[in-house]
Every structure is written in structure tokens, then in C-alpha cells.
């Protein structure tokens, strides 16, 4: 069974420009989340969603970044414009149904904003 | 208060040694207790999850939780290079609820 596909693997961009990561969840997971994690941090959540709708997006910096799945299977997080503290990995994770306990999670984004 | 609290280590220990990884969380509402490992430049994995109180165990692995205390723990026997990752701790108050993860805790254990 394949995993969580993301891509690029590395960004570097400078601050005030836009960048954009994309997501292919496991075959049949309907639930999509993207976390940040910042160095020496745990993963914090910043959107969920279920199928194509969002179930929760209260801790997105919604001024900044956005995130879109259509079609309920891939998914794109976009950050516009970026500001140095966004520097951090980018993970994408699935599940099935609505399981929050039992998540897999994609190898990441690596983002570095100077 | 922080939801989850998690030493961030870093632990090193010898190879064989028994090694004992812990949280504590604030919300007595949380049921379902999980540790995934990370290992270095990849996403975390999920290691075992537990559902309230009680211990779990699987091969090297066992998980304890102590609700009455808000504490858990996930103790490695007979530590393996390979268990060299940084181990978070995750807790949710139901099975659809929203993952608080620790800060995690990077294990090196040496040859």
C-alpha cells in the first residue's frame, strides 16, 4: 500500500514571496490533515479535512495561508506571503473515516522563508 | 498550563537498556493516548495507541497509561539502534478529535 505522497521535499524561498505544497493521501483515507512543525516542536494542526469539506481550520493563519482539496483526494496548502517564523516542516497525514488516533503521516515538506 | 508536556531529552543510553519515555497532559477528557516515532528527515509514525487507562504491549514496546495521575509512558526493552528517533506522545479526547502532540524526545541509543 502506497503512503502519503508530498512534494517538494525542500523549499527556499525568500520572505514576502508565495509558495506551495501538495498532497496525495493514501488510497481510501477520506480525512486529510496538514500540520506545521516547528524545529524541536510537536506537530501542531492547522487544517482538517473531511472529504472535500474543511472540519476544522481554527488554527490557520487564514491571512497568510490557505488550503484547498478538490475532488476529495489531493490536496495544496499555500502560504502567501511568507514571513520568516513560517520556516518549518510541512506534513500531510490521512486517515481512515474520521480516526484521529490512527494517523500516517507523508515524509514532509522541509520549508526555509529568508 | 500546557495541554501535553513531554521532556525533549535528549536521551542517550547504551544499546540493550530499558528505556522509559513519559508525558503529562492537563485534560482529564482525553481517552485516547498514542506515540509515534520520528525518525530523522521523515514523518512521524505511528508506534501504538491505547484507549483510557491500563498498559498495552507489543514485542519490545509497552505503553502505560495512568489517568488518575495524567501520565503516560512508553517503555522500549532491550533498546535497538534503530530505536534512535525522536518519540512524540499524542492525545485526543475522542476518536475524531483533534491530536495535541508533546514537544517529543529524541533518543540516541549507542552500539
Known amino acids: 500500500e502506497a503512503g502519503v505522497a508530498q512534494s517538494p521535499r525542500y523549499k527556499i524561498i525568500e520572505k514576502r514571496q508565495s509558495v506551495a505544497f501538495w498532497c496525495n493521501p493514501i488510497s481510501g483515507h477520506a480525512t486529510l490533515y496538514w500540520y506545521q512543525q516547528i524545529l524541536g516542536q510537536g506537530p501542531k494542526l492547522l487544517i482538517q479535512?473531511?472529504?472535500?469539506?474543511?472540519?476544522?481550520d481554527s488554527q490557520l493563519p487564514k491571512d497568510r495561508f490557505s488550503a484547498e482539496r478538490l475532488k476529495g483526494v489531493d490536496s495544496t496548502l499555500k502560504i502567501q506571503p511568507a514571513k520568516l517564523e513560517d520556516s518549518a516542516v510541512y506534513l500531510c497525514a490521512s486517515s481512515l473515516l474520521r480516526l484521529t488516533y490512527e494517523q500516517y503521516f507523508g515524509p514532509g515538506t522541509r520549508l526555509t522563508v529568508t | 498550563q500546557k495541554e501535553v508536556e513531554q521532556d525533549p531529552g535528549p536521551l542517550s543510553v547504551p544499546e540493550g537498556a530499558i528505556v522509559s519515555l513519559n508525558c503529562t497532559y492537563s485534560?482529564?477528557?482525553?481517552?485516547?493516548f498514542m506515540w509515534y516515532r520520528q525518525y530523522s528527515r521523515k514523518g512521524p509514525e505511528l508506534l501504538m495507541y491505547t484507549y483510557s487507562s491500563g498498559n498495552k504491549e507489543d514485542g519490545r514496546f509497552t505503553a502505560q497509561v495512568d489517568k488518575s495521575s495524567k501520565y503516560i509512558s512508553l517503555f522500549i526493552r532491550d533498546s535497538q539502534p534503530s530505536d534512535s528517533a525522536t518519540y512524540l506522545c499524542a492525545i485526543t479526547q475522542g476518536g475524531s478529535e483533534k491530536l495535541v502532540f508533546g514537544k517529543g524526545t529524541k533518543l540516541t541509543v549507542n552500539p
Open positions: 485534560n482529564s477528557a482525553f481517552q485516547y
Open positions: 479535512f473531511q472529504n472535500n469539506g474543511v472540519v476544522d
